[in-house]
Protein backbone atom coordinates (compact mmCIF):
# COMPACT_ATOMS: atom_id res chain seq x y z
CA UNK A 1 0.00 0.00 0.00
CA UNK A 2 2.53 2.13 1.22
CA UNK A 3 5.75 2.29 -1.19
CA UNK A 4 7.94 4.67 1.20
CA UNK A 5 7.71 7.77 3.58
CA UNK A 6 9.64 10.75 2.07
CA UNK A 7 9.29 13.75 4.56
CA UNK A 8 10.63 14.44 8.08
CA UNK A 9 12.25 13.26 10.37
CA UNK A 10 10.27 14.18 13.77
CA UNK A 11 12.09 11.20 16.23
CA UNK A 12 14.08 8.07 16.31
CA UNK A 13 14.77 5.73 18.58
CA UNK A 14 16.69 2.12 17.96
CA UNK A 15 13.54 0.40 17.41
CA UNK A 16 11.13 2.76 15.68
CA UNK A 17 10.82 6.30 14.31
CA UNK A 18 8.13 8.85 13.67
CA UNK A 19 8.47 10.34 9.56
CA UNK A 20 6.20 13.89 9.14
CA UNK A 21 4.73 13.69 5.65
CA UNK A 22 2.23 16.47 4.80
CA UNK A 23 1.60 17.02 8.21
CA UNK A 24 0.96 13.30 9.13
CA UNK A 25 3.46 11.62 11.36
CA UNK A 26 3.77 7.32 10.26
CA UNK A 27 5.22 5.69 13.17
CA UNK A 28 7.48 3.27 12.07
CA UNK A 29 8.88 -0.01 13.68
CA UNK A 30 13.07 -0.49 12.22
CA UNK A 31 16.14 -2.00 12.08
CA UNK A 32 18.64 -1.21 14.05
CA UNK A 33 21.06 -1.01 10.70
CA UNK A 34 18.03 1.21 9.32
CA UNK A 35 18.09 3.74 12.48
CA UNK A 36 21.84 3.93 12.15
CA UNK A 37 21.43 5.41 8.67
CA UNK A 38 18.72 7.86 10.25
CA UNK A 39 19.48 11.16 9.88
CA UNK A 40 19.09 13.92 12.81
CA UNK A 41 15.77 14.68 13.54
CA UNK A 42 14.04 17.63 11.79
CA UNK A 43 15.79 16.26 8.39
CA UNK A 44 14.13 15.12 5.42
CA UNK A 45 14.05 11.56 5.19
CA UNK A 46 12.74 8.60 2.76
CA UNK A 47 12.38 5.31 3.83
CA UNK A 48 10.87 2.34 1.96
CA UNK A 49 7.75 0.57 3.62
CA UNK A 50 6.17 -2.67 4.23
CA UNK A 51 2.22 -2.25 6.06
CA UNK A 52 1.05 -5.15 8.08
CA UNK A 53 -2.68 -5.46 8.44
CA UNK A 54 -4.32 -7.31 11.46
CA UNK A 55 -7.07 -7.67 12.63
CA UNK A 56 -6.52 -5.21 16.07
CA UNK A 57 -3.77 -3.18 14.62
CA UNK A 58 -1.67 -1.63 11.41
CA UNK A 59 1.71 -1.40 11.52
CA UNK A 60 4.42 -0.18 9.08
CA UNK A 61 7.95 -1.09 9.02
CA UNK A 62 10.66 1.10 7.28
CA UNK A 63 13.68 -0.02 6.07
CA UNK A 64 16.95 2.67 4.80
CA UNK A 65 17.53 0.20 1.13
CA UNK A 66 14.79 -1.18 -0.88
CA UNK A 67 17.29 -4.87 -0.62
CA UNK A 68 16.48 -4.38 3.52
CA UNK A 69 12.95 -4.10 2.49
CA UNK A 70 13.31 -7.59 0.58
CA UNK A 71 14.58 -9.41 3.25
CA UNK A 72 12.29 -8.37 5.31
CA UNK A 73 9.44 -9.97 2.69
CA UNK A 74 11.10 -12.87 2.62
CA UNK A 75 12.06 -13.78 6.25
CA UNK A 76 7.81 -12.85 6.72
CA UNK A 77 7.32 -15.71 3.92
CA UNK A 78 9.08 -18.34 6.68
CA UNK A 79 7.33 -20.48 8.83
CA UNK A 80 6.72 -19.38 12.80
CA UNK A 81 8.57 -15.83 11.42
CA UNK A 82 6.55 -12.70 12.04
CA UNK A 83 7.38 -9.06 11.50
CA UNK A 84 8.96 -8.43 15.40
CA UNK A 85 10.85 -11.50 14.56
CA UNK A 86 12.26 -10.30 11.20
CA UNK A 87 12.90 -6.56 12.78
CA UNK A 88 14.72 -8.77 15.33
CA UNK A 89 16.82 -10.43 13.50
CA UNK A 90 18.17 -7.72 10.79
CA UNK A 91 18.95 -5.46 14.24
CA UNK A 92 21.43 -8.58 14.73
CA UNK A 93 23.39 -8.93 11.90
CA UNK A 94 23.92 -6.44 8.50
CA UNK A 95 21.88 -7.31 5.84
CA UNK A 96 24.99 -8.16 3.49
CA UNK A 97 25.87 -10.48 6.47
CA UNK A 98 22.12 -11.92 6.41
CA UNK A 99 22.31 -12.67 3.24
CA UNK A 100 25.53 -14.19 2.66
CA UNK A 101 24.64 -16.41 5.95
CA UNK A 102 21.31 -17.81 4.27
CA UNK A 103 23.12 -18.17 0.42
CA UNK A 104 26.29 -19.87 2.08
CA UNK A 105 23.61 -22.06 4.45
CA UNK A 106 25.70 -20.72 8.00
CA UNK A 107 23.41 -21.86 10.65
CA UNK A 108 25.65 -21.40 12.74
CA UNK A 109 26.27 -17.31 12.18
CA UNK A 110 22.60 -17.15 12.16
CA UNK A 111 22.16 -18.92 15.56
CA UNK A 112 24.11 -16.06 17.19
CA UNK A 113 21.45 -13.62 16.46
CA UNK A 114 19.48 -12.75 19.33
CA UNK A 115 15.95 -14.54 19.75
CA UNK A 116 16.98 -16.42 16.77
CA UNK A 117 17.37 -20.54 18.10
CA UNK A 118 19.49 -23.40 16.07
CA UNK A 119 15.46 -24.52 14.32
CA UNK A 120 14.70 -21.47 13.18
CA UNK A 121 18.21 -20.70 11.90
CA UNK A 122 17.93 -23.90 10.04
CA UNK A 123 14.58 -23.17 8.75
CA UNK A 124 15.36 -19.88 6.95
CA UNK A 125 18.19 -21.40 5.37
CA UNK A 126 16.01 -24.35 4.38
CA UNK A 127 13.26 -21.67 2.86
CA UNK A 128 15.18 -19.22 1.73
CA UNK A 129 18.46 -20.48 0.46
CA UNK A 130 18.83 -19.57 -3.57
CA UNK A 131 15.88 -17.61 -3.51
CA UNK A 132 18.06 -13.88 -2.43
CA UNK A 133 19.13 -11.89 -5.09
CA UNK A 134 22.86 -11.28 -5.28
CA UNK A 135 24.16 -9.10 -2.54
CA UNK A 136 26.05 -7.20 -5.02
CA UNK A 137 23.33 -6.38 -7.33
CA UNK A 138 20.83 -5.26 -4.47
CA UNK A 139 23.66 -3.22 -1.80
CA UNK A 140 23.26 0.55 -2.63
CA UNK A 141 26.26 1.83 -4.32
CA UNK A 142 26.37 4.74 -2.67
CA UNK A 143 26.00 7.06 -5.23
CA UNK A 144 22.56 8.40 -5.39
CA UNK A 145 22.27 8.94 -8.99
CA UNK A 146 23.13 5.71 -9.91
CA UNK A 147 20.63 4.25 -7.82
CA UNK A 148 18.21 6.42 -8.95
CA UNK A 149 18.92 5.62 -12.57
CA UNK A 150 19.11 1.73 -11.88
CA UNK A 151 15.86 2.22 -10.21
CA UNK A 152 14.51 4.58 -14.08
CA UNK A 153 15.36 1.31 -15.82
CA UNK A 154 14.03 -1.22 -13.85
CA UNK A 155 10.86 0.97 -14.25
CA UNK A 156 11.23 0.72 -17.75
CA UNK A 157 11.18 -3.15 -17.42
CA UNK A 158 14.69 -4.08 -17.41
CA UNK A 159 15.83 -6.64 -14.64
CA UNK A 160 17.45 -5.46 -11.58
CA UNK A 161 20.52 -7.80 -12.67
CA UNK A 162 20.16 -6.30 -16.18
CA UNK A 163 19.59 -2.30 -14.94
CA UNK A 164 22.58 -2.46 -12.49
CA UNK A 165 24.99 -3.86 -14.74
CA UNK A 166 24.29 -1.49 -17.65
CA UNK A 167 24.63 1.65 -15.22
CA UNK A 168 27.34 0.71 -12.98
CA UNK A 169 29.27 -0.12 -16.45
CA UNK A 170 28.56 3.36 -17.56
CA UNK A 171 28.95 5.07 -14.58
CA UNK A 172 32.61 3.19 -14.67
CA UNK A 173 33.36 4.99 -17.65
CA UNK A 174 31.85 8.58 -17.35
CA UNK A 175 31.87 9.23 -13.18
CA UNK A 176 30.70 12.44 -13.52
CA UNK A 177 27.95 11.46 -16.09
CA UNK A 178 24.27 13.06 -15.14
CA UNK A 179 21.14 10.47 -14.79
CA UNK A 180 19.91 11.86 -17.58
CA UNK A 181 23.07 10.69 -19.68
CA UNK A 182 23.81 7.82 -17.76
CA UNK A 183 20.29 6.36 -18.60
CA UNK A 184 20.30 7.68 -22.48
CA UNK A 185 24.10 5.66 -22.50
CA UNK A 186 22.81 2.22 -20.80
CA UNK A 187 19.58 2.42 -23.28
CA UNK A 188 22.17 2.91 -26.29
CA UNK A 189 24.06 -0.34 -24.97
Partial sequence: MFEYLDGTLSSKTPAMAVIECSGVGYR???SFSTYEKLPAPGEKVKIFTHLIHRDDAMELYGFATEFEREL????????RIGPKLAI?????????EL?????????????KIPR?????????VMELRGKIESVDMREPIGCDIVSQAIDALVALGFSLTDATTAIRKVHSEKPDASIDELIKSALRK
Fill in 28 to 30: VFI
Fill in 99 to 111: ASAIDIGDVKTLS
Fill in 72 to 79: FRKLISVT
Fill in 88 to 96: SILSGISPK
Fill in 116 to 124: LGKKTAERI
